[in-house]
């Protein structure tokens, strides 16, 4: 019964594997992170556009690295939420005026 009282002290937060992941875990916190400023900023204003396009790019781009190389269930689960919302972000940016919208006349 002493076994079931042991805690699991190995590997990280989104290492099933019992291994360490840190490339992996910092293109997932990326990924998170742009995701969801392109998101909010997109649907806030209209005027934030270069912002939300943009960090959708970078967290499209981060993201699909990040799924290349990825290695367990939950960091591939937490690159999809992340670039589900970079994508979203990234669309509506672009349907506010794009990349450059406004800076290339």
Same mark, same amino acid.
């Given at each position: 019964?002493?076994?079931?009282?042991? $805690?699991?002290?190995?590997? !990280?937060?989104?290492?099933?594997? !019992?291994? $360490?992941? $840190?490339?992996? +875990? %910092?293109?997932?916190?990326? %990924?998170?992170?742009?995701?969801?400023?392109?998101?909010?900023?997109?649907?806030? +204003? +209209? +005027?934030?556009?270069? @912002?939300?396009?943009?960090?959708?790019?970078?967290?499209?781009?981060? !993201?699909?690295?990040?799924?290349?190389?990825?290695?367990?269930?939950?960091?591939?689960? !937490?690159?999809?939420?992340?670039?589900?919302?970079?994508?979203?972000?990234?669309?509506?940016?672009?349907?506010?005026?794009? @990349?450059?919208?406004?800076?290339?006349?």
């Amino acid at each position: 019964m002493a076994q079931a009282l042991r $805690p699991n002290t190995a590997g !990280g937060l989104f290492a099933t594997d !019992g291994k $360490p992941h $840190p490339l992996q +875990d %910092t293109l997932l916190a990326v %990924t998170l992170v742009l995701g969801i400023t392109s998101f909010v900023t997109a649907l806030v +204003d +209209d +005027d934030l556009h270069l @912002l939300s396009s943009w960090t959708g790019l970078v967290g499209i781009l981060t !993201g699909a690295y990040g799924q290349w190389i990825s290695e367990t269930t939950r960091e591939r689960f !937490g690159l999809i939420l992340g670039l589900g919302a970079s994508a979203v972000g990234f669309f509506l940016g672009m349907a506010h005026g794009g @990349l450059f919208g406004g800076l290339i006349d």
